[in-house]
Nanobody
Framework: VQLQASGGGLVQAEGSLRLSCADSGRTSSPLTMGWFRQAPGKEREAVSCVSGADRSIWYDTSVKDRFTIVRDDAKNTVFLQMNNLKSEDTADYYC?????????WGQGTLVTVSS
């Protein structure tokens, strides 16, 4: 299983970015897919996740109403649309896929928000 995250970059405050994470090499879809982030000097924290069964979605309060997670099961891909970015959103963003008996992390994609 390989999770390929992309879409990070440098953006000004109040700008937008769209992260993508494709889970290739599996024949089944993950139970849940999500995004985490880790800012310099801080612990990794959960940002958002979406289940495959009932499409329930969870957002951290810090990103609610600004970020939108979307899942495409046909491509085993999860997207994170990030709007109205703030300097505190600067971090390495990681995607994660949960299967019934295992879980996988993608490599990070750096998001830098300049004020």
């Amino acid at each position: 299983v390989q999770l390929q995250a992309s879409g990070g970059g440098l953006v000004q405050a109040e700008g937008s970015l769209r992260l993508s994470c494709a889970d290739s090499g599996r024949t089944s879809s993950p139970l849940t897919m999500g995004w985490f982030r880790q800012a310099p000097g801080k612990e990794r924290e959960a940002v958002s996740c979406v289940s495959g069964a009932d499409r329930s979605i969870w957002y951290d309060t810090s990103v609610k109403d600004r970020f939108t997670i979307v899942r495409d099961d046909a491509k085993n891909t999860v997207f994170l649309q990030m709007n109205n970015l703030k300097s505190e959103d600067t971090a390495d963003y990681y995607c994660k896929a949960w299967y019934r008996a295992s879980e996988y992390w993608g490599q990070g994609t750096l998001v830098t928000v300049s004020s």
